[in-house]
């Protein structure tokens, strides 16, 4: 069974970066059966799907996140991670690390992230 | 960006009801199409994908049909544990979108 966890700062100051871990456990994250990807949700916008990355580093980020955006594998430790700079209140929300081919199979619990002078 | 729209946005509903929620694309797309329940302070559970593949361990009251524009989930009996929110989500072209959900409240 797949289990995701993620790990990073809760509270990030506006303008600063926000980054989260996500560590994978239960398959090789080297495996290529997943897409290992992080979605966000907050009650305003709903679940908004950020982007991806495959194993072998290929990755695929949502648009109206791009310029901020970077999403990197370590396969050796079997984390993935998620790097947004320059945040504002907007990007407040729940983050969820996930994995899956396209349809999302395996998700982490979760961890909110509040951005906040 | 394929945006997806569901309806409704809430239902009122009772126990041994039989649910159809809809799922609307803003293009055309084949079956790459997933529904997801999510209970509060959860993370949201894959039910369905490819449009109208249950995942392992879902129960059978649950289905799924559609293709193109229109996509529909339906709960045949509802149970009491299946009060929860539903999401649509395309995964046929980038980026992925989700549906803004439909949350079943007990009448």
């Known amino acids: 069974q797949v289990q995701l966890q993620e790990s990073g700062p809760r509270l990030v100051k506006p303008s600063q970066t926000l980054s989260l871990t996500c560590t994978v456990s239960?398959?090789?994250?080297?495996?290529?059966?997943?897409?290992w990807s992080w979605i966000r949700q907050d009650p305003e916008k709903g679940l908004e799907w950020i982007g991806h990355?495959?194993?072998?580093?290929?990755?695929y980020y949502n648009p109206s996140l791009k310029s901020r955006l970077t999403i990197s594998v370590d396969t050796s430790k079997q984390q993935f991670s998620l790097r947004l700079t320059s945040v504002s209140a907007a990007d407040t929300a729940l983050y969820y690390c996930?994995?899956?081919?396209?349809?999302?199979?395996?998700w982490g619990q979760g961890t909110l992230v509040t951005v906040s002078s | 960006d394929i945006q997806m729209t569901q309806s409704p946005s809430t239902l009122s509903v009772s126990v041994g009801d039989r649910v159809t929620i809809t799922c609307r694309a803003s293009?055309?797309?084949?079956?790459?199409l997933a529904w997801y329940q999510q209970k509060p302070g959860k993370a949201p559970k894959l039910l369905i994908s490819?449009?109208?593949i249950l995942e392992s361990g879902v129960p059978s009251r649950f289905s799924a049909s559609g293709s193109g524009t229109e996509f529909i989930l339906t709960i045949s009996s509802l149970q009491p544990d299946d009060f929860a929110t539903y999401y649509c989500?395309?995964?046929?072209?980038?980026?992925?979108?989700f549906g803004q959900g439909t949350k079943l409240e007990i009448k």
């Open positions: 996930a994995g899956g081919a396209g349809s999302i199979d395996s």
């Open positions: 239960g398959v090789s994250i080297s495996s290529g059966a997943y897409y």
């Open positions: 990355i495959y194993h072998t580093g290929t990755t």
């Open positions: 293009q055309s797309f084949s079956r790459w």
């Open positions: 490819k449009a109208s």
């Open positions: 989500q395309q995964y046929d072209s980038y980026p992925y979108t």
